[in-house]
């Protein structure tokens, strides 16, 4: 991969580069678009499908991870992908288990709050898979979406901090029909969940309401109450955290107005989901 990388360089090319973790959506689908547009006609987009071992916590998903590499593939390649690039964790991380590898990449302010409080460890694999991909792949710019907020503005700070010499793009959440953001882990859900799963968005929509229905900026925690509730509504969702934050430099908000960012976590039987909007 880097060989190809680095050919590409020297030959002018603009590379955009989308990393997934595969069991791909129309969500990952829009960034390779996203990535088309920014390499242009005669630039390279490359996709990476790879489930990074160091993200998951031991007792988190890693080998129900959905996977379905053919279908993944023809994707990629109706979708005009240049190069799918799926290492192996022996290519990734060679002799993890046995001292073999020791060096991770940690960024120690955004990534602490929100999902980093309920996944202390999740941020740092982040990061070190999207380094290595980055050192791999050298692209000129990387498209992340924005379903993953605090993923994106994590990646963009580690981006600036360690000076990458690329761009970090972020691209739209893709919703289905009623509401509920795309994911991998959608596929989690039996017909029952699925239904109550649209409870993430209908929270960052009752929210909206409520804040485009004052001038007057609102109190964090009423609000979160509010929401709180909602969720409750459903039997088999439960709450993880729900915040609101400059989307930005995440900072917490107390009062919330129009333009305050929001996030929510939420187990949907054992399926951890997550969303997040701009309100307003
Ligand atoms: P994942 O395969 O879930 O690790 O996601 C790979 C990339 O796709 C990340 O940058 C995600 O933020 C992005 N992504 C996932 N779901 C969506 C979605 N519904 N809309 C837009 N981007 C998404």
């Known amino acids: 991969m880097q060989r190809l990388a680095l050919r590409w360089r020297r030959e002018g090319k603009r590379v955009g580069f989308v990393p997934t973790m595969g069991y791909l959506h129309d969500g990952h689908m829009s960034l390779v678009r996203r990535a088309r547009q920014l390499a242009g006609k005669q ?6 499908i790879y489930v990074n071992p160091t993200q998951f916590a031991p007792t988190e998903d890693l080998s129900a991870y959905p996977r379905d590499l ?9 979708a005009g992908v240049d190069v799918l690039f799926f290492p192996s964790d022996a290519e990734m991380y060679p002799g993890r288990n046995s ?13 602490l709050g929100m999902e980093g409080n309920s996944r202390p460890t999740h941020f740092g694999g982040v990061t070190t898979v999207v380094a290595k991909l980055f050192n791999l792949v050298l692209p000129d710019v990387a498209i992340f979406g924005a379903k993953d907020w605090q993923q994106a503005a994590v990646i963009r700070r580690m981006t600036r901090d360690l000076n ?14 009623d509401g509920l953001a795309m994911s991998s ?13 649209t409870i993430l968005s209908r929270a960052l929509k009752l929210a909206k309401e409520v804040v485009t229905a004052t001038r007057k900026p609102i109190n964090a925690d009423l609000l979160k109450k509010r ?45 951890r989901l997550i969303d997040n909007a701009e309100l307003r």
């Open 43 to 48: 630039g390279i987009v490359v996709a990476s």
């Open 70 to 78: 053919a279908r993944d593939k023809s994707l990629c390649r109706d």
């Open 99 to 111: 001292g073999g590898y020791s060096t991770y990449v940690v960024e120690k302010r955004l990534a």
């Open 164 to 177: 990458f010499p690329l761009k970090v793009v972020v691209a739209p959440t893709r919703r289905e029909s």
């Open 185 to 197: 882990r959608n596929k989690y859900l039996n017909p029952n969940e699925r239904k109550q799963a």
């Open 227 to 271: 929401l709180t509730a909602l969720v409750a509504t459903q039997p088999a969702a439960r709450l993880d955290y729900v915040e609101f934050f400059d989307g930005q430099t995440l900072q917490s908000a107390e009062a919330v107005t129009r333009g305050t960012h929001m996030a929510l976590a939420v187990f949907v039987g054992k399926t």
